[in-house]
């Protein structure tokens, strides 16, 4: 049973960065993809980044290019977001997903993904 457990998050000042992390376990294949979502109250879930477990490959939503960074480990375990120059439109509760399929049609799209995470708090205050 695959299995994703979050930590990281918290408040921080606008401008401020905060790193969050995704431990997978419980899977089978390496070639997968892990992404972060984000949702705040009364909008959709949005796509903010994600990589390719196998080669590394990132894509980012455009709100977030620049600033945020998504990242993993050589054996695909662990998936970092590190957060740079935090602004209060970035507040949301934050969750990091997996797919299970090895192809992807859009990285973003939350309906690829299978296996999500408990979610954790985000805040930037101005």
């Known amino acids: 049973q695959v299995r994703l457990v979050q930590s990281g998050g918290g408040s921080v000042q606008a401008g401020g960065s905060l790193r969050l992390s995704c431990v997978s376990s419980?899977?089978?294949?390496?070639?997968?993809?892990v992404a972060w979502f984000r949702q705040s109250p009364g909008k959709e879930r949005e796509g903010v980044a994600s990589?390719?477990?196998?080669?590394?490959?990132?894509w980012y939503g455009d709100s977030v290019k620049g600033r945020f960074t998504i990242s993993r480990d050589n054996r695909g375990d662990t998936v970092w977001l590190q957060m740079d120059s935090l602004k209060p439109e970035d507040t949301a509760m934050y969750y990091c997903?997996?797919?299970?399929?090895?192809?992807?049609?859009?990285?973003?799209?939350?309906?690829?993904?299978?296996?999500w995470g408990q979610g954790t708090q985000v805040t930037a205050t101005s």
């Open positions: 997903a997996r797919s299970r399929d090895e192809w992807l049609r859009d990285k973003l799209d939350q309906y690829e993904y299978v296996y």
């Open positions: 419980g899977y089978t294949t390496s070639n997968q993809y």
């Open positions: 990589i390719s477990i196998g080669g590394g490959v990132t």
